[in-house]
């Protein structure tokens, strides 16, 4: 006699999913009957949020790759690369077509096109959720000449990050914007972005802990108050190091604590049949609580980390057989644009050996216009 495993007490199927690290995992789980798929709504919303507060796991990043080419019959399909099974999942989306993007570990994309408008994309439920369009940037117009649609997506958001899931009544977004890297945020429904006034450029932005911490290229970290009016913004304890020849600078919540890391490229270097050898360093420096210091790191531990065109995030390897420990995986962020050539700065790279690994993936690499990005595929 086969058991109805549809009767299965709900808190058991609860705690099957508690086990899953992967989406795909989600999708057979849900297939099975009803009762399973009610199961997953208790946690299908569970998130990277959660997860760097927890011991619980988070699902695996995928890999977006870019764009088909315009004579492609699948144009509007876009390639999820799953770190999991290590497949590529093909899925329509015609709202990424001709889009710039930014993922995140959310399951949500920052879009923006030739209309110049910007959008919250969820790339497994095609769900869009509308934010203000570009032409509401503070100091938009003050380029040096006038730029078409296609420059202006091209130069218009630097970087783009959410602080929480577009469902949450606290979401907010905010953008790094404008060839003089200015900040400005918005939350699903306003009519127009909100600057935060900095006087020095600005080179990230990130979540730590439920507060926005930004990074300024002269090596700066300030704090900043969303919720005020006008937002109010305060220098933040010693300032992290600044490392002349660093070309770009991440803020990352890694085991709790607040982290950056400096990635170093060699133009010198570059082999563009490779991939991925641009980059070939990065360094990674811890904030002690305690002491307000910032302490260079000669190991990443169990961890590894997830730059590039996202949100800085982190997971620790020992949770997942297919990643490896004491690694940043990297995409190409070159901040100055891309050319034909964009998405070629991909790959591995490990803080033990100080060593770049290509990455496994050969397909859908280049785009001038959206290279390849990370981002945690969530249903909610």
Not at 19 to 45: M, N, P, Q, T
Not at 155 to 178: E, F, L, Q, T
Not at 333 to 358: H, K, L, M, Q
Request: net charge negative; hydrophobic share 35%.
């Amino acid at each position: 006699m086969e058991a109805d495993l549809s009767c299965l007490p709900m808190d058991v199927l609860v705690s099957i999913t508690e086990r899953f690290l992967a989406i795909e995992d989600y999708v057979s789980f849900g297939g099975v009957c009803r009762s399973w798929r009610l199961a997953l709504k208790s946690r299908s919303s569970f998130s990277w949020i959660e997860y760097s507060k927890s011991t619980k796991r988070c699902i695996m990043p995928w890999l977006m790759l870019a764009e088909k080419k315009d004579d492609d019959e699948y144009r509007n399909n876009r390639g999820f690369l799953s770190l999991y099974s290590d497949k590529v999942y093909e899925i329509e989306l015609p709202e990424l077509r001709e889009r710039r993007c930014w993922g995140s570990p959310l399951g949500w994309l920052v879009t923006l096109g030739l209309d110049l408008n910007i959008n919250l994309v969820n790339p497994l439920t095609r769900v869009q959720i509308a934010l203000p369009p570009q032409w509401t940037f503070p100091l938009h117009h003050q380029y040096p000449m006038v730029l078409d649609p296609e420059d202006l997506r091209h130069v218009s958001i630097r970087k783009a990050v959410i602080s929480s899931s577009p469902n949450s009544s606290d979401c907010v977004v905010v953008v790094i914007y404008s060839e003089f890297s200015r900040l400005g945020f918005a939350r699903p429904g306003d009519r127009a972005w909100t600057p935060i006034e900095c006087t020095e450029c600005t080179e990230e932005v990130a979540f730590f802990n439920g507060n926005m911490f930004a990074l300024t290229e002269k090596g700066h970290l300030f704090l900043c108050d969303l919720f005020c009016t006008p937002p109010s913004k305060s220098d933040y304890v010693v300032q992290p190091p600044l490392d002349d020849y660093a070309e770009v600078r991440y803020l990352v919540d890694l085991d709790g604590a607040l982290h950056m890391i400096s990635r170093f490229r060699d133009p010198a270097n570059a082999d563009y049949e490779s991939y991925y050898c641009l980059t070939v360093d990065f360094v990674c420096y811890k904030l002690e609580v305690g002491t307000g210091k910032w302490i260079e790191l000669s190991s990443l531990g169990s961890w590894c980390v997830f730059v590039g065109r996202n949100s800085s995030f982190a997971l620790r390897a020992s949770d997942y057989p297919q990643l490896r420990p004491n690694c940043i995986y990297f995409t190409d962020d070159y901040r100055e644009g891309y050319d034909a050539s964009g998405g070629c700065d991909i790959g591995i790279f490990d803080y033990e050996d100080e060593s770049v690994y290509p990455f496994p993936v050969s397909q859908d690499l280049l785009s001038s216009i959206c290279p390849p990005l990370w981002v945690v595929p969530q249903f909610r």
